[in-house]
């Protein structure tokens, strides 16, 4: 009788062990293929210098994923207080000329640089057009569920700033700065 006793308080400990639950963890996305990051938005003022060869590079944080997404914006003006950001490449006409804000980035940092035929163009305008411009680097996850970014030419959702910080849940988020190497 001791035995069976035993067993069965055994068997009831068991079965009492294995139904403990801890506290419940976040919800997760069905068919995520791993942990889910957040965007992220940067603000950096650079100047566009002959000596800097017209570019300037940042050093993100920590590294990017290779299937991460860039969207750069640059203030184009202020209007009423609130500030009007142009996705680059942002092409400006300057008489019969143009400038062009432009990137490029890698998981390690992203460089601005100016694309012109413009001769001095730090000297144009008293250097309005290069001395410190400001632009928004929103990095947007490659994987985001139930979210998709069109990252074509034709995207219009993806040029206007605001649109894009409101579909990521952007709006309170902090906007960190950097400085260029």
């Excluded at 290779?66 to 750069?72: A, I, M, P, R």
């Excluded at 092409?91 to 400038?99: A, C, D």
């Excluded at 998981?107 to 400001?134: C, E, M, P, S």
């Excluded at 034709?154 to 260029?180: F, G, H, M, S």
Aim: net charge negative; aromatic share 12%; charged share 20%.
């Amino acid at each position: 009788m001791k035995k069976i006793f035993l067993l069965l308080f055994a068997v009831v400990g068991l079965v009492g062990l294995q139904s403990c639950e801890g506290p419940e963890g976040p919800p997760g996305f069905d068919g995520a293929p791993g942990p889910i990051f957040e965007a992220e938005v940067f603000e950096v003022t650079t100047d566009f210098l002959r000596s800097n060869n017209y570019e300037s590079v940042f050093t993100f944080s920590k590294p990017i994923l290779k299937t991460d997404h860039l969207l750069v914006y640059h203030l184009d003006q202020v209007v009423n207080g609130e500030d009007v950001w142009k996705m680059t490449p942002a092409t400006y006409y300057i008489g019969s000329e143009n400038l062009i804000y432009n990137f490029d980035f890698t998981r390690l940092d992203f460089k601005l640089f100016l694309d012109t035929n413009i001769a001095n163009i730090d000297r144009v305008d008293g250097g309005a057009w290069t001395n410190k411009q400001t632009f928004r680097v929103v990095i947007i996850p490659g994987y985001m569920p139930k979210r998709s970014l069109d990252t074509s030419s034709t995207a219009v959702e993806n040029t206007d700033y605001n649109t894009i910080i409101k579909k990521y849940n952007l709006e309170n988020a902090p906007i960190k700065q950097l400085q260029a190497k």
